[in-house]
């Protein structure tokens, strides 16, 4: 029964691939000199360039954490390429302008980008090696005062917007990745939903790592003014290399008063092969700012590749009455080690926080729920309910539960319930007994599973995700 | 019931099978001819579970020795599921809880499978609905059962009669019912057996793994067979399973002991 388990899992990475594009790639190695390039190839305003090197020389002072339940060889920062700029780079202003290679690309991957964005009504915003070559559906959201495009294009178009709010709800010097980032960031996502606007459609953006040994530094900053709402969605598939690739992303979110900002993740980057070579590196940095009265920030996230994630999007409510919410499921197999969660941090009177984690665990992989809940004095009445439960595939994998409660205020409430269960023989012979086969039985249970996180997802994108775990668990139960 | 021209439907000779490698079934012959229902009744240990789930295929068990003849043809060579899709059913002793899963779901996927294989029609969830909701009047049970996850937070009651509720829907041609009795109170007793009754007919066969006699006093055996250490010590009719309830098992421990002379 294990050898049929094992088969489930041990499904080989469908998306591997590369597209021969010719990249514009910057010398191995960081220094000043390589931040000033960057800042140059981009045309940058001086204040990015101080904030680059600002974050620089925080970073140099700091030390890779070695606090995450995930082992790996150190990484050599000197070795990694940090600017790769895909030919040609002019703006496009339609489909049709793009590297019909690239579009092949998406073909191969079940992402027609424009048929998607047409169906689903799903404005893109392709990320392809840190530079944005397309975005649609701009001028629709331009008509309701919506700004959506690369940051890099903010930075020029909306300079005191980004300036503003760039580096606010996670500081140039928050921690080591984020430092990084902060200095060698290339592109990535602005959104800006104005006063009282309800942005029309979810938005979207599919990223992809393509050139080997290119680090991806990506920084999304979204903000919804007072009574604005968004939902943005963000899904992720990278080709196949031996190599590791470091992928340090920030994204911050700041929702204002009674704004609304929903943020969900579909991840399935190269996890490595069944042997644990290879594989994203994936140390991000996610935080969203509930910052007025009655705002509310929702992640949600399926995890299902990267060799090593390092990821906890977390809520600060410093408003009064905000909401914060984390919907995860965490998918594990092979020698893939993640370490993921959330931090909700109650800052103002009546904040409300809610964490549903489901981790699935399989393989030789190692699984670990690592979340904060901190209660802050002022934060009266605050209230929290965390769910965290663990799901094993077979006998060699593990699964870690590593919960954080700080309560400075009597009043508040904070419950914190976990489970671990197994998908053992018993169950699939339960529905062998039935008449159902054991891969149809897996999908069943781990979708029954995570339920309560898939049913936070917009429905195409809980679609998606159900069948990505369908083929990421395939072969490794039986 | 015994009819004289009903066929074989199950054969077993000379089973054997071990779990982790020690030896819990060491030659188990039993005939069962559609129409009938076998009680198989034994002490803990004596190894009536492990023959259910051996005749299912269970993964943790392995067949050592002997033969089963299912319609004629050779059941040990058939996957769990393949064998459930021939018609072998059975009913769990324990079932299994599948948290996040509608009952409703489970059932359809079970039922819609067994329609593949007669290459009849699936039933979509609304045609389902009709369909299953007749069939949980026999149990007597309410609608929102079909709404909740399989057997998640269910009763061992309700267990036992979702349990037979898929009996009624895959209409097994063998069914098995492992301890369906335990675990039940008196009234829920009453309407599993009355279920149960109901779905006998001359075309399948029904056998029963229990431990008490109480069972049989709503469901009536043609066959009884008392387990002990891995035999079949003991097979007699209905008569026998009353000796039982009066006289323990021992004495049949005992006398087969004199007749072997151990």
Request: proline share 5%; charged share 20%; aromatic share 10%.
């Given at each position: 029964m294990s050898a049929v388990l094992q088969n489930l899992v041990n499904q080989p990475y469908k998306h591997g691939f590369v597209t021969e594009i010719e990249s514009d790639v910057a010398p191995k190695g960081l220094n000043e000199d390589i931040i000033r390039l960057i800042s140059t190839k981009k045309n940058e305003p001086e204040w990015l360039l101080d904030f680059r090197l600002k974050a620089y020389e925080q970073w140099l002072k700091m030390e890779e954490p070695k606090w995450p339940n995930v082992r790996y060889p150190a990484i050599d920062f000197q070795a990694i390429s940090y600017y790769a700029a895909p030919k040609p780079k002019q703006k496009l202003n339609s489909m049709d302008e793009v590297d019909p290679e690239l579009l092949r690309t998406f073909e191969k991957l079940g992402v027609p980008m424009h048929e998607r964005a047409a169906l689903a009504g799903v404005a893109v915003d392709v990320i392809f090696d840190s530079v944005s070559v397309a975005t649609t559906y701009k001028q629709k959201l331009a008509e309701v005062g919506i700004i959506f495009c690369s940051i890099s294009e903010a930075v020029h178009a909306h300079p005191d917007l980004v300036k503003q709010y760039l580096g606010t709800v996670v500081p140039v010097g928050d921690n080591y990745y984020a430092a990084l980032n902060s200095a060698v960031f290339t592109d990535g996502t602005f959104c800006f939903i104005p006063k009282g606007v309800q942005c029309p459609m979810d938005l979207s953006t599919y990223f992809r790592i393509n050139t080997e040994e290119s680090g991806q530094f990506e920084r999304t900053l979204i903000i919804a003014e007072e009574g604005a709402s968004v939902s943005y969605l963000e899904g992720c598939t990278a080709p196949k290399f031996d190599t590791n690739q470091l992928h340090a992303a920030v994204v911050e979110l700041v929702a204002l008063d009674n704004a609304d900002i929903k943020y969900s993740t579909v991840q399935n980057w190269y996890a490595g092969d069944e042997n644990g070579l290879g594989g994203i590196y994936n140390f991000v940095t996610k935080r969203g700012l509930a910052k007025g009265i009655n705002s509310r920030i929702s992640w949600t996230q399926v995890e299902t590749g990267s060799a090593i994630t390092w990821k906890y999007p977390s809520c600060v409510l410093q408003g009064e009455n905000s909401v914060g919410e984390f919907y995860s499921v965490a998918v594990t197999n092979n020698y893939q080690q993640a370490d993921t969660g959330t931090k909700m941090v109650h800052i103002g009177k009546n904040t409300r926080s809610t964490i549903v984690s489901k981790g699935i665990s399989a393989g030789h992989s190692n699984n670990s729920y690592r979340?904060?809940?901190?209660?802050?004095?002022?934060?009266?009445?605050?209230?929290?309910?965390?769910?965290?439960?663990?799901?094993?595939?077979?006998?060699?994998?593990g699964a870690h539960t590593f919960p954080y409660i700080q309560v400075r205020n009597n009043s508040a409430k904070v419950e914190h319930e976990a489970s671990t269960s197994k998908i053992g023989e018993d169950q699939l012979f339960y529905f062998a007994q039935r008449g159902i086969g054991n891969e149809e039985a897996v999908s069943m249970i781990i979708n029954g599973f995570c339920k309560d996180v898939f049913q936070q997802?917009?429905?195409?994108?809980?679609?998606?995700?159900?069948?990505?775990?369908?083929?990421?668990?395939?072969g490794s139960v039986g | 019931m015994i009819y004289h021209d009903s066929k074989v439907l199950l054969e077993v000779r000379g089973l054997r099978a071990t779990v982790n490698g020690i030896e819990i079934l060491k030659g188990i012959d039993l005939t069962v001819r559609s129409g009938e229902v076998h009680a198989i009744m034994g002490t803990n240990g004596s190894g009536k579970s492990t023959l259910a789930k051996v005749l299912a295929g269970?993964?943790?068990?392995?067949?050592?020795?002997?033969?089963?003849?299912?319609?004629?043809?050779?059941?040990?060579?058939?996957?769990?599921?393949?064998?459930?899709?021939?018609?072998?059913?059975?009913?769990?002793?324990?079932?299994?809880?599948?948290?996040?899963?509608?009952?409703?779901?489970f059932l359809r996927l079970a039922y819609n499978t067994l329609q593949a294989q007669r290459g009849e029609d699936e039933f979509d969830p609304l045609e389902f609905e009709d369909f299953v909701r007749e069939k949980m009047k026999l149990l007597e049970m309410n609608p929102d059962f079909l709404d909740r996850g399989v057997n998640e937070g269910f009763s061992g009651g309700e267990k036992k009669r979702n349990e037979i509720l898929q009996m009624a829907l895959l209409e097994p041609k063998l069914a098995i019912l492992d301890e369906t009795d335990s675990g039940l109170d008196i009234d829920a007793l009453r309407i599993v057996t009355k279920g149960v009754n109901q779905l006998a007919s001359k075309d399948n066969a029904i056998v029963l793994v229990t431990h008490y006699q109480r069972m049989l006093n709503y469901i009536e055996p043609d066959f009884v067979h008392v387990m002990r250490a891995g035999r079949i010590i003991k097979t007699g009719g209905?008569?026998?399973?009353?000796?039982?309830?009066?006289?323990?098992?021992?004495?049949?421990g005992a006398e087969h002991r004199a007749a072997v002379g151990a």
């Open positions: 979340g904060l809940v901190r209660i802050a004095p002022t934060a009266a009445g605050a209230r929290n309910y965390s769910q965290c439960d663990s799901m094993l595939i077979g006998d060699k994998c997802l917009p429905m195409e994108f809980a679609v998606e995700a159900t069948k990505l775990l369908g083929f990421k668990l395939e | 269970h993964g943790a068990y392995e067949v050592t020795g002997g033969s089963v003849l299912f319609q004629g043809s050779n059941l040990l060579e058939l996957a769990p599921e393949e064998r459930a899709r021939a018609g072998v059913f059975l009913a769990f002793q324990y079932p299994i809880e599948i948290p996040g899963v509608a009952n409703s779901h209905k008569e026998l399973a009353l000796d039982l309830e009066m006289r323990g098992y021992d004495w049949i």
